[in-house]
């Protein structure tokens, strides 16, 4: 149980084009979802959470406009990169987030998505 | 982005022997802490968790210890096989306004098994 989809896994656009990638929980219904980047060699950068039926939270430095986030569904959220630059390629990870009991206490769980390489040329 | 963009340390652990990672991380308000595996071009996986009023946690061959006082939790791999190669990220979760829950990642550590 508990699976996310990402897709695509590989993307490669021209500079100036847009890219979405999508997050699906398969099995769960996820009200919250985490958007992060990772550069090589690098550890994962939270860009945004996700709250479907509200506006993104982005993390500071994150250019709204330019990664635009919509959570339509319990179970699909999209990050679009928009007027995507060189600059913007990067590996792209999806978290949902989930409702566990762990320890005797309700927690969260979190599963993430198999990632999106982005290639801007 | 609150994590670091710090280039990845290495530990190099011969087969067999233990494994030792560490992490410091940043807000005293985390309650509760992650442990993932993160093998090349996929996402993290989880490993082990453990809540802010525990200080040691085990699992099949790991345990997360925690200690508070210096915000620093340490994830220890017995008997470190081949597989065990990846990166490992720790993972801090606290609350913010709205009832939110929010995840934000450690650097990060390679860890190499010499066969």
């Known amino acids: 149980g508990a699976v996310v989809s990402q897709h695509p896994s590989r993307v490669i656009c021209k500079s100036g084009t847009s890219v979405k990638i999508e997050c699906r929980s398969l099995?769960?219904?996820?009200?919250?979802m985490f958007w992060y980047r990772q550069f090589p060699k690098q550890s994962l950068m939270l860009m945004a959470t996700s709250n479907e039926g509200s506006k993104a939270t982005y993390e500071q430095g994150v250019e709204k406009d330019k990664f635009l986030i919509n959570h339509a569904s319990l179970t699909l959220s999209t990050l679009t990169v928009t007027s995507a630059h060189p600059e913007d390629s990067s590996f792209y990870i999806c978290s949902a987030q989930r409702p566990i009991v762990s320890q005797g206490r309700q927690l969260y769980g979190y599963t993430f998505g198999s990632g999106t390489r982005l290639t801007v040329v | 982005g609150e994590s670091v963009g710090l280039h990845l340390p290495t530990l190099s652990v011969q087969e067999g022997d233990n494994s030792i990672i560490n992490c410091a991380y940043s807000?005293?308000?985390?309650?509760?802490f992650i442990w993932y595996k993160q093998e090349s071009g996929k996402g993290p996986q989880f490993i082990i968790d453990i809540r802010s009023n525990m200080d040691k946690r085990q699992g099949q061959r790991v345990t997360v210890l925690l200690n508070k006082t210096v915000k620093h939790l340490s994830l220890q791999i017995a008997a470190t096989q081949p597989g065990d190669s990846a990166v490992y990220f720790c993972a801090e979760n606290r609350r913010i306004s709205g009832g939110y829950q929010k995840v934000t990642f450690g650097t990060g550590t390679k860890l190499q098994v010499i066969p």
């Open positions: 099995d769960f219904q996820a009200t919250t």
């Open positions: 807000n005293s308000a985390s309650d509760y």
